[in-house]
């Protein structure tokens, strides 16, 4: 299929730059969700990448993805006229998170964080059944599941 140039070219800079690329599988969608351009230009596109083996491609719930391989950069690179230094973000490393600088928590008698008691009801005390409480499954229906009656047409 033929493609713009100035399309072609902008599908493949979002691609570099994310190294990955979404799209969900509508070839009269009007415009892509993330390139101002037809997702079927998308889809085609990657498609030709694709037969490459430039990208990988997964398919799932109607959405096509598509991952850079080590070949597809450096295309991309050549391509695009983009320096060596210059990756996709998703091979960059993130920064790691600042930890909290706060005082230390103590031992003593406080619960953890996230203890499963703390969501539920009441103040602690169990509550037990009264009486002679007997909870029993006297089956909803009638000989369908197993230990009932055999049905009709089985011989035993």
């Known amino acids: ?34 390139v101002e351009t037809r997702n ?15 990208v990988v491609e997964k398919f799932a719930w109607r959405h096509f993805y598509w ?22 973000n998703t091979l960059q490393r993130q920064a790691p998170r600042p930890r909290a600088t706060g005082p230390a928590p103590t031992g003593g008698d406080q619960k953890p964080q996230g ?7 009441g103040d602690g005390e169990k509550k037990v059944p009264e009486g002679d409480f007997k909870p029993g499954f006297h089956g909803g229906y009638a000989a369908a599941g197993r230990g009932g009656p055999r049905g009709r047409g089985t011989s035993a």
């Open 1 to 34: 299929m033929l493609i713009p140039k100035k399309q072609r070219q902008s599908i493949y800079e979002a691609l570099f730059r994310d190294g990955v690329m979404v799209a969900k599988k509508d070839f009269n969608a009007p415009k892509h969700t993330e």
């Open 115 to 121: 203890d499963r008691d703390s969501y539920r009801r």
């Open 40 to 54: 079927l230009f998308v889809i085609k596109a990657m498609q030709s990448l694709k037969s490459r083996g430039l």
């Open 67 to 88: 991952y850079l391989t080590d070949d597809g950069i450096n295309y991309l690179r050549e391509y695009l006229h983009i320096p060596a230094e210059v990756v996709p």
